[in-house]
């Protein structure tokens, strides 16, 4: 496969952790196996939970290791124009619909069925009428937008992906139902932005851990709302600890630096990752 481009992509919310180190090392090698481009790019739209400090711990943390990126840093917060555009778009479509229900709205409706990333929306906003969105939006009631999946799909039709490991899939959006397609307080969402920037910045395999393989369903929606081509996809296995349980990311034994502090050596690292 020549030519193909993969990213990593952390969010900066805490310092790199052996998961992550993972990941980073297992983008690199599908792009060096190929002859191919490895890019990264800093997730921090969210600037609730972000912080440019973790930003700088982590690339300090990638040079340590020895993984070496190609071209400038892509950081989503300098971009929100074209994440606003993608949004403009899918206004145009008709798929969005203002949403006022608060996180508590959402997790009370007990009825809800639960996704992938939660509750599913129960669509309490998708029925008001015109006329009730405007005027609460007048009255300046905050509100996020979501996806009108019926809809997205009504004019998507029926979606496929790939993943280079798990073989051909067929998207099912409906596991999270009307997504957000823009919060409340950031005006965009990973969702949006994750597809957003892998087509820009001409991502062709997007590998990842496969905590987000759900993800890919919704996010081959976007791709098709947007007109934007989809990548291949390799969802990878997550680092464990010894109990079998994800990472905690900020346990000083699981983090890069951490572990440099007990006087680990990079090669030590890659080879307990299976880089050696
Ligand atoms: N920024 C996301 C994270 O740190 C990864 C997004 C992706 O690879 O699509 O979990």
Redo the contacts with the bound molecule.
Sequence with gaps: MAGIVT?????P?GPLHLG?AF?ALFAERAAREAGGMFLLRI?DLDFTRCRPEHEAAILEDLAWLGIAWDGPVRRQSEHLSDFAQALERLHGQGVVYPCFCTRGDVLRAATAPHGPEGPVYPGTCRHLDAATREARIAAGHGHAFRLDLARALALTGPLGWTDRDAGPQTARPELFGDIVVARRDIGTS?HVA?VVD?ALQGVTL?T??E??FA?THVQRVLQALLGLAPPAYHHHRLILDDAGQRLAKRAPSATLGGLRATGQTPAQVRACLGFA
Excluded: H
């Design positions: 990213r990593f992509a952390p969010s919310t992550s990941a997730e990973y994750v892998d997007v990842r851990g905590d987000l993800a």
